[in-house]
C-alpha cells in the first residue's frame, strides 16, 4: 500500500460545528503532516508529527487541533472555525522526518465554513 | 532562510515540443530540492528530488531536472509534452527544521 487516504472528500460545516480530518497511511512512515491550501496557491504547513508526537506547529489557530493516535492515523478537529478557514487540507507523510526523503500526499479534504 | 522562486505563473506550450518550468533556490548549505504535480481538486504527487550526485536527475512520467549550482536553478524539463501533463507544478526545498518551502507554483498548458 503506498497511497495516503483522507476522508471524507468534502466537508461542509458551520461556524459552530464540531468535525474531524482524517488521515491514514500505511507505508510505515513516522512523520505525518497536515497543510492547507488555498485555490491557486501553495500549500502551507501546519503541524508535523514526528514518532507520533507533535514537532512543528506553524502558529496555527486554536481552533484546529491535530491528534495522532498511532504511528499510521493523523486526524485534525476542527472546531469553531471561520468561512476564510475554507480550503483543501493535505496530509501528508514521509519515511523519517530527519531524513530527506520525499513526502507522499493524499488526495485533500476539500472543507468549506459557511 | 531557504526559499525557492518559480518566475513563470504560466508556460504554455504544442503537445510533442520540449517544457522547461524554472525554479531558482536560495539556501544555505546543501539544497534538496524536490518537484511536485497536482491535477486539479488533487492532492500533490512527487516527480523527483534531488539531493546530492548528478546533477541530471530523472523522475516519473518522462520528466527530469537539471541541478545547477551556479545558477541555483532547478528547472524541469520533458522532451516531448502531453496534453496530459497540463497542471500546477511546483518547485520546493527542504529547509534545516524539514520542513518543505514550496515556490508559488506553476501553471502548464499543453495545447494540442
Known amino acids: 500500500d503506498t497511497e495516503v487516504t483522507q476522508t471524507p472528500k468534502h466537508l461542509v460545516m458551520g461556524m459552530t460545528n464540531k468535525k474531524s480530518l482524517k488521515c491514514e497511511q500505511h507505508?510505515?512512515?513516522?512523520?505525518m503532516y497536515w497543510y492547507k491550501q488555498k485555490a491557486k496557491k501553495p500549500p502551507e504547513l501546519m503541524f508535523v508529527y514526528s514518532y507520533e508526537k507533535l514537532s512543528i506547529n506553524e502558529s496555527v489557530p486554536s481552533r484546529f487541533s491535530p491528534e495522532c493516535p498511532n504511528s499510521s492515523l493523523l486526524n485534525l478537529h476542527l472546531h469553531a472555525l471561520q468561512p476564510e478557514d475554507s480550503a483543501l487540507y493535505l496530509c501528508?507523510?514521509?519515511?523519517?522526518?530527519?531524513?530527506?526523503?520525499?513526502?507522499?500526499f493524499g488526495p485533500g479534504t476539500r472543507l468549506t465554513v459557511l | 532562510a531557504q526559499s525557492v522562486a518559480q518566475p513563470e505563473d504560466q508556460v504554455n506550450v504544442a503537445e510533442g515540443n520540449p517544457l522547461t518550468v524554472k525554479c531558482t533556490y536560495s539556501v544555505s548549505g546543501n539544497p534538496y530540492l524536490f518537484w511536485y504535480v497536482q491535477y486539479p481538486n488533487r492532492g500533490l504527487q512527487f516527480l523527483l528530488k534531488y539531493i546530492t550526485g548528478d546533477n541530471l536527475v530523472k523522475g516519473s512520467y518522462g520528466f527530469e531536472a537539471e541541478f545547477n549550482k551556479s545558477q541555483t536553478s532547478f528547472h524541469l524539463k520533458k522532451p516531448s509534452a502531453l496534453v496530459s501533463d497540463s497542471a500546477l507544478y511546483f518547485c520546493?526545498?527542504?529547509?534545516?527544521?524539514?520542513?518543505?518551502?514550496f515556490g508559488t507554483g506553476t501553471r502548464l498548458q499543453v495545447f494540442p
Open positions: 507505508m510505515g512512515h513516522r512523520a
Open positions: 520546493a526545498v527542504r529547509d534545516v527544521t524539514d520542513k518543505l518551502i
Open positions: 501528508a507523510s514521509s519515511q523519517d522526518p530527519a531524513s530527506y526523503n520525499e513526502q507522499f
